[in-house]
């Protein structure tokens, strides 16, 4: 079930069978839509049957299905150390290694003890992710997202992490040594050659913790035999520094650069890009990069859609984010978090920091602005009770949003004010937007305008059938003007975040903007 899978080939109970998901695609296929399955074969559940005959015996056949290791030592007090210092993903006070008392071995374990991580240097694992993969393209799944796909290899002899993170930290993160480890690329040529090339396929692979070009075209140049695009974590990682659940200081102009960097990486090269900022790992983009506040919530989230439907690749959004969905209340208290790594970060909180006050509201404050759960609360569908999420009287496993009577679904699809669209009618007339100007927004050339200005994000997009795009936003919670540059000629506006239809705004040479404004004009 979700992460730590125990069956591959069959569905939760609680979510149905496997007949249901062959009712979905052939439904989807009807409304020429497809089914994208997310493949998570970087670990398994612990409850899974390779795993339980795996930590069986050190003479299992399947003990080389995971990675086991004898302890490094022994402590005085006779507990056994693990092999290195690797961290726990989701928990960094906490070892990436558990221990298995019955065969006196570590297993490793990168995210939580209930994930044990596939050992993929063994053959007989990667023949059976491959059947796995056949089973459900020939069942009709168009391809798949792959959850963690760079951390598949790891460093053979597991050597111990540099430290990088306070003294009070035993643990150190071990990315060095399993992102995009030695033979990545030979297991994702293999997978391409044993199954994806077999099929018409869509694939996006999640590879945090890498941002080196040449090392991500190795994945998604045009010939590189291995994935179509994968999730590159630059812009959602703007404001982590060595882990996480922490905080670095960022600005508008470094946001720009990682975008604009992007677009002309995939363009120069041949490779392809995947448009998001919003995702289950991470909060909501309306707090993290605009105003959430009531004022200047709706405004923010027609910003970021605007933005994303004009870049080019392929598009991914997030539920919730198409009516702007905001980050749960700092009133909220700590116990409505449900997310093992927040529980882990908050419990390590505690630990060290129990007598200083200062130290903990830091703790709260990360939790506030980053804790994976603001993406996890319910949907919000109706103003009904649980939000439409679930039946009245049935307890959601998360507490609902205190705003779900005024921002859900059905009131911003039947939203009829005169003057301006709701975030959900904006998200659809720009998607509409893209797709009939797909030879710019998705396919075309990209141009970032002003790069040094420090709240305005301006770039055109030109498509082969020769229009150009002029794309404006404020990332300011203030009034200013942007200077239109010499040569370019603005022929209408075609949209804005503020009124309805065509904004009343100057061609040049001044615009204003409002605050946390963006407009979209046709070029001459």
């Not at 409505?336 to 006050?357: G, M, R, S, V």
């Not at 569908?381 to 609902?400: E, I």
């Not at 659809?428 to 075309?444: E, I, N, T």
């Not at 050339?445 to 002003?450: A, G, T």
Request: net charge negative; with cysteine; aromatic share 12%.
């Amino acid at each position: 079930m979700g992460y730590d899978i125990a069956d591959y080939k069959q569905i939760d109970g609680r979510y149905g069978t496997l007949e249901d998901v062959d009712e979905l695609i052939a439904e989807l296929k009807k409304r020429d839509m497809k089914l994208m399955m997310d493949l998570v074969v970087n670990h398994t559940s612990n409850e899974h049957p390779w795993f339980v005959e795996s930590r069986a015996s050190i003479d299992s056949p399947k003990r080389n299905w995971y990675i086991w290791r004898k302890p490094k030592s022994v402590s005085p007090d006779g507990v056994p150390e693990p092999p290195n210092n690797w961290a726990q993903i989701l928990g960094e006070a906490n070892s990436a290694w558990t221990y298995d008392e019955k065969t006196d071995e570590f297993y490793l374990s990168l995210f939580t003890p209930e994930q044990p991580d596939l050992n993929w240097e063994n053959p007989e694992v990667r023949a059976a992710v491959w059947d796995v993969m056949h089973f459900w393209m020939t069942r009709g799944a168009c391809g798949f997202r792959m959850d963690v796909i760079n951390l598949i290899s790891k460093a053979s002899d597991y050597p111990d992490a540099d430290v990088v993170l306070d003294p009070g930290h035993r643990y150190q993160p071990g990315g060095k040594y399993f992102i995009n480890g030695p033979k990545l690329h030979e297991y994702l040529q293999e997978m391409y050659r044993e199954v994806l090339s077999k099929y018409d396929t869509i694939t996006v692979g999640e590879m945090p913790g890498v941002s080196d070009e040449k090392e991500i075209l190795r994945s998604v140049g045009a010939n590189s035999g291995e994935l179509r695009m994968i999730f590159i974590f630059d812009l959602v990682d703007v404001d982590k520094p060595n882990v996480r659940m922490a905080l670095k200081p960022w600005d508008v102009k470094e946001m720009k650069s990682i975008i604009t960097r992007w677009q002309r990486i995939m363009i120069e090269n041949d490779g392809w890009n995947s448009v998001f900022i919003e995702n289950h790992d991470n909060p909501r983009s309306v707090s993290r990069y605009t105003d959430d506040s009531d004022e200047w919530r709706e405004k923010g989230a027609k910003l970021l859609a605007l933005m994303q439907t004009t870049l080019g690749g392929t598009l991914f959004v997030y539920q919730g984010e198409e009516i702007g969905i905001r980050n749960a209340p700092k009133s909220w208290d700590i116990s409505e978090f449900k997310d093992i790594e927040t529980i882990n970060y908050w419990k390590k909180c505690e630990q060290l920091y129990a007598n200083d006050k200062e130290k903990l509201a830091y703790g709260r404050k990360v939790i506030d602005m980053k804790a994976r759960d603001h993406a996890r609360t319910p949907m919000q569908w109706t103003a009904g009770d649980n939000a439409g999420f679930c039946d009245p009287g049935t307890k959601p496993w998360m507490r609902v949003m205190d705003d779900y009577r005024t921002v859900n679904v059905e009131a911003q699809m039947k939203a009829h004010d005169a003057d301006e669209d709701s975030v959900w009618q904006f998200w659809q007339g720009a998607l509409k937007r893209r797709k009939d100007h797909a030879d710019a927004f998705v396919y075309g050339d990209f141009q970032e305008l002003s790069p040094d200005h420090p709240e305005v994000f301006a770039y055109v997009r030109t498509g082969s059938n020769g229009g150009r795009w002029l794309v404006v936003l404020n990332f300011s919670g203030r009034e200013l003007e942007w200077t239109v540059p010499q040569g370019l000629e603005v022929e209408s506006w075609v949209c804005g975040n503020y009124v309805k239809g065509a904004p009343n705004k100057p061609k040049q040479p001044y615009v204003p903007l409002s605050p946390w404004e963006g407009l979209l004009g046709k070029c001459k």
